[in-house]
């Protein structure tokens, strides 16, 4: 333990280099471009992550979808079954949602709305039978809401 001390010290006394240089952890550091926010400078106001512009798209329902990894890689070499998965889109779950929403502005949250839009498919969402959901998003209630007494609801509905 003494002798690493030593020559500890000796590195320090015999080098060119400052001490910061020396004492600096020699770690895998996370980019500062990745999954962090920023903000400009001179205006203080948030900046958007220009990696998620380029990698991902936000739908008008909220959701995000990207490409498949490596669809354009070496396509020669993949089977069949590849070739056809990797023109499709996969959806990011909730949680990649979340941050990628806190990684944007209030600009890009916006719905957007193009001519020809090639992912016009994907903005809506099929399939989820909601009964409290209706066509425009809004929470509907399956009953009309009736103000009455205790005694009346009790003889009349037996939902409770």
Not at 135 to 142: D, F, K, N, Q, V
């Amino acid at each position: 333990m003494a002798g690493a001390i030593k020559q500890a010290a000796s590195l320090f006394k015999n080098s060119s280099h400052p001490i910061s240089v020396i004492t600096t952890r020699n770690i895998a550091r996370i980019p500062h471009w990745e999954y962090h926010i920023r903000f400009d400078g001179k205006e203080g106001r948030k900046r958007v992550a220009q990696d998620v512009l380029d990698r991902f798209k936000r739908l008008n329902n909220g959701m995000w979808i990207h490409a498949r990894p490596g669809k354009n890689k070496q396509r020669y070499t993949k089977d069949e079954h590849f070739q056809e998965t990797s023109l499709q889109y996969v959806t990011c779950t909730k949680r990649e949602c979340e941050m990628l929403d806190k990684l944007m502005t209030p600009f890009w949250l916006k719905k957007r709305f193009y001519i020809n839009d090639p992912y016009k498919p994907y903005h809506v969402r099929h399939n989820i039978d909601s009964p409290r959901v209706d066509s425009r998003g809004h929470l509907i209630r399956e009953r009309n809401k009736i103000l009455m007494d205790d005694v009346t609801s009790l003889k009349y509905f037996h939902d409770r």
